[in-house]
């Protein structure tokens, strides 16, 4: 990892001693360079580049920055720290000698060029000693190991295992569980590690708290491919929700370089879907879906790796409703339906969304 | 107008009361410039100024003035003015000094600086009656003699009163006049009154070495220029350019004995076609005596004359500055950055030629934020009163400043860091009134003055567009000399290269302007790239 990073520096440096204006080539993260790869059902990215050139008013302060945050990554990485993306922007962060201008000026800016450099290096920012705070949460018959430390995943109490960012050197002891649930609500997770429900159906139940964290992507990757489980995602019922499901299954595209790490293309839907609302009496716990939320839903109608019949139904079905709804419509039919009744039926029917 | 003024006071004269000299004097002060005590010491210094000019450039000599201004008492200061100029011979001192209409100037037309009324001895005039003193004269022609006079004038008959006169043989060789004298008057410092009267005139005549010795210290303005502009040539008065009194008393005073000679003799472009065309348009038969006609006669032959097509003037009669000579006043005096003037090419309003000449400075220490500073000249001479209602302050304020690089509000002058100068130079200079210190605003005058402007204004556009982007490439500069040593910091820790090495190689780029701004204009997609998918991706991370 730190050659990749010396590569950089040096290749900078013989633009400069040519007398060429010193450049990083950093992949396109827009739709027109993201490719829907048919054979591995992942988002790759194309091999579009924009030059981003040190002597260019535009771009001058982005390249300094670029080249500050590859510094400091090959410092932790030469010695072997960790530190989280907000430890590295308050590091980063000083004022220019002789003016008032700030290398940054907040973490917002300084998060896209972290980006920036792991598309250009074709990294994760954990391989180069960034991690992000911990988010996701899992609970299961399952033993690891993280760091020397033996968890017992199921024995964690109310709370569950926090997934940490970096989950590459976690080893797995011991896994006992035919498949796994990913739900995209806290509370949904609460719900169902409340109810024991891993327990009952012999799971791993992961709760991702929105959008999931690349931890949880890759954890979720490492069951399925590692341990050869069935996973089955929840979300809410509207174009947000799903998007996750397919950032999970294909891909997302800022981070379209590591798909292959991160998408796990095997994941199945389990809900809730727009016919849901109907087929569980759903109805009035129904949310007017915003034209944000239409607009959004016709994209994904666009995107090759939601193109399947089932879900161009759900898809047109919202546009047509123009209804969405969360996971937390199903408690209109009582607290437990969801781990009783709705989660139990679908199992059995295997009533699954590709 | 002035002829009219003077018309009476030669009627008074001949009447050859005493009063009536004074009477003449205390009823057109005002017209005379003597309205104030401030405006009577500007008037004073005038003449006396404008005079030595005159002189000097008539003998082709490079002026050099020297003026005093003294306070006596509160309310008399004693003026001394010295030229270099070819001095008064002897005899005829008393008369050009003390004489009033003496020389007059009439019929013959050239562009001078002309007298605001009755010239220098209106000064001696106004010195008598209020301080009852004498006017001291010297002057010498370079013979090796000098003259000393003291001098006032005989009211009652009009002729010079010699106070004390001698001759000294003294070997000293010189030539010039210096003139001393004792008024009542006011001295303030401002826009409108004897010292910036001398800071303009200087500028407008950069050719001139002044030294102003005022109540408030010593100012010298240098000479900047060591050749005189062209003497301007005497030309006849164009038939479209002359009013009606003026030909009447150019019928009085004719020498030719019938109509055909005077019309052919007395103005220019007037052939002996043209002339039989005016007496027969005119039905007065063309070899009568032209002293002899009635006042509707003359009227009549007036308009026929009007009629009448004929050349226009001959333009080569007139002595503008010239660019050159415009950039040097103002560079003398004037702190800026950029200087630019336009010498016009000579056009003609109702019968009199003229050319109007324009320049500017602009930048440097003048100040940012307040409305320009506009001179006007008329025959090199400045125009400090009545400012708005001359012709050149409207022609500034109605040209579009705004395209070439100066704020303006409205039909108002501009504002920002600029002085404009606009010179007119005529034979026969068109004033609103008989004070003399605003222009006419005729079309033929306004457009001429606008044209001038007008150039200018895209002679300064193209200045400060260059200046604008001399300060872009200066502030795009900064930034990368902001940012170097950053990131030869971040290189020296990626490539263990030593960062100062680093730093005057990237330098040294900026220096040599290997990096165009073209070039890194080059890509600008990548910014915008990444904002789709963000908008997109809501990572939470």
Redesign the interface.
């Known amino acids: 990892m730190e050659e990749k990073?010396?590569k950089?520096?040096?290749k900078?440096?013989s633009e400069?001693?040519a007398?060429k204006?010193?450049s990083i080539d950093?992949p396109?993260?827009?739709?027109?360079?993201i490719v829907f790869d048919e054979k591995t059902k992942l988002l790759k990215l194309g091999d579009k580049y924009?030059?981003?050139?040190?002597?260019?008013?535009?771009?001058?302060?982005?390249?300094?920055q670029t080249?500050?945050v590859?510094?400091f990554c090959?410092?932790i990485v030469k010695e072997n720290i960790h530190t989280s993306?907000r430890d590295m922007y308050y590091n980063l962060k000083r004022t220019?000698?002789?003016?008032d201008?700030n290398?940054f000026d907040e973490q917002a800016e300084s998060?896209?060029i972290i980006?920036?450099l792991e598309t250009s290096l074709g990294v994760l920012r954990e391989q180069l000693h960034l991690i992000?705070?911990r988010?996701g949460v899992v609970a299961g018959n399952v033993v690891i190991e993280d760091r020397g430390d033996e968890i017992d995943w199921s024995k964690l109490g109310s709370g569950g295992w926090s997934i940490p960012s970096a989950v590459e050197d976690i080893k797995f002891k011991k896994v006992k569980a035919d498949f796994v649930i990913v739900i995209e609500k806290n509370a949904g997770f609460e719900r169902l590690h409340e109810d024991k429900f891993w327990k009952k159906y012999n799971c791993i139940l992961i709760g991702t708290?929105?959008?999931p964290?690349?931890g949880t992507r890759r954890l979720i990757k490492r069951l399925a491919i590692e341990h050869n489980l069935p996973v089955y995602v929840m979300t809410d019922s509207d174009s947000?929700g799903w998007?996750i499901y397919s950032?999970i299954k294909s891909g997302?595209?800022?981070?379209a370089h590591a798909s292959d790490d991160l998408g796990t293309p095997s994941v199945k839907f389990i809900g809730l879907t727009i016919s849901d609302i109907e087929k569980y009496g759903l109805q009035k716990s129904t949310i007017k879906a915003t034209e944000q939320d239409l607009k959004r839903a016709k994209?994904l109608l666009e995107y090759p790796w939601l193109d399947h019949k089932e879900w161009k139904r759900e898809i047109k079905l919202m546009l047509q409703k123009k209804i969405k709804a969360e996971i937390e419509a199903l408690s209109a039919r009582g607290l437990k339906f969801l781990s009783e009744v709705y989660l139990p039926e679908k199992l059995e029917k295997k009533e699954f969304l590709p | 107008m002035v002829e009219e003024i003077v018309k009476k006071a030669e009627e008074m004269a001949k009447e050859q009361r005493a009063v009536s000299v004074s009477e003449f004097f205390e009823r057109n002060r005002h017209l005379l410039g003597y309205d104030n005590p401030t405006k009577a010491l500007l008037t004073v210094v005038k003449e006396i100024v404008d005079n030595s000019l005159d002189a000097c450039e008539e003998a082709r000599i490079l002026p050099k003035i020297y003026i005093e201004i003294k306070q006596k008492t509160p309310d008399v200061f004693r003026i001394v003015g010295k030229d270099n100029g070819p001095g008064i011979v002897d005899k005829q001192i008393p008369y050009t000094m003390a004489k009033l209409l003496y020389g007059s100037k009439f019929f013959k037309l050239y562009q001078s600086r002309g007298q605001q009324g009755l010239g220098i001895k209106g000064c001696v005039l106004y010195a008598q009656l209020t301080t009852g003193k004498p006017t001291t004269v010297i002057s010498s022609t370079g013979d090796g003699k000098t003259s000393y006079y003291e001098l006032m004038i005989d009211v009652k008959r009009n002729e010079p009163n010699i106070i004390s006169h001698r001759i000294e043989e003294d070997g000293r060789i010189w030539h010039g006049l210096k003139i001393e004298l004792e008024i009542e008057g006011r001295y303030i410092e401002s826009k409108t009154s004897v010292n910036e009267y001398i800071r303009q005139t200087a500028i407008a005549n950069p050719y001139a070495e002044i030294i102003f010795d005022g109540p408030n210290g010593k100012i010298e303005y240098p000479r900047s220029a060591n050749v005189l502009p062209a003497l301007p040539k005497e030309i006849k008065p164009h038939p479209h350019g002359i009013e009606l009194g003026m030909f009447r008393r150019m019928l009085e005073s004719t020498r030719s004995r019938n109509l055909i000679g005077f019309l052919t003799n007395d103005f220019s472009r007037v052939g002996r076609n043209s002339a039989e065309e005016v007496c027969k348009l005119a039905g007065i038969d063309a070899n009568k005596d032209p002293t002899k006609l009635s006042t509707e006669e003359s009227e009549v032959l007036f308009k026929a004359l009007k009629k009448v097509k004929l050349m226009r003037p001959p333009t080569d009669c007139l002595s503008p500055l010239g660019e050159d000579l415009l950039l040097k006043g103002l560079q003398k005096e004037i702190k800026a950055e950029f200087f630019a003037a336009v010498t016009r090419p000579t056009s003609v309003y109702r019968g009199n030629p003229f050319v109007v000449e324009c320049a500017i400075a602009y930048g440097g220490e003048l100040p940012q934020d307040s409305t320009i500073e506009l001179m006007r000249f008329s025959n090199k001479v400045p125009l400090l009163y009545q400012a708005g209602d001359c012709a050149i302050t409207k022609a500034v304020a109605t040209t579009d400043w705004k395209r070439y690089g100066l704020q303006q509000s409205g039909k108002s002058l501009p504002t920002g860091p600029a002085v404009i100068l606009v010179h007119f130079a005529s034979v026969w200079v068109p004033y609103v009134s008989e004070s003399k210190q605003a222009l006419a605003a005729y079309p033929a005058i306004m457009k001429e003055i606008k044209l001038g402007l007008q150039e200018l204004g895209r002679r300064l556009q193209k200045h400060v567009s260059g200046k604008k982007r001399a300060e872009m490439q200066k502030r795009r500069r900064q930034i990368f000399e902001r940012y170097i040593p950053e990131v030869a910091q971040s290189l020296q820790e990626l490539t263990d290269v030593k960062a100062d090495i680093i730093k005057r190689k990237l330098f040294e780029m900026i220096e040599k302007k290997q990096i165009t701004i073209e070039e890194a204009m080059e890509n600008v997609e990548e910014r915008s790239g990444r904002k789709i998918g963000e908008a997109r991706e809501e990572d939470s991370e």
């Open positions: 990073l010396v950089l520096g040096k900078i440096l400069i001693e007398g204006n010193p950093i396109i993260r827009s739709l027109s360079n924009a030059k981003r050139y040190f002597f260019n008013v535009a771009q001058a302060k982005s390249f300094m080249l500050l590859a510094s090959r410092d993306i220019l000698p002789n003016s201008e290398t998060d896209p980006v920036d992000a705070d988010k708290g929105g959008q964290a690349r947000y998007y950032v997302s595209m800022a981070l994209e």
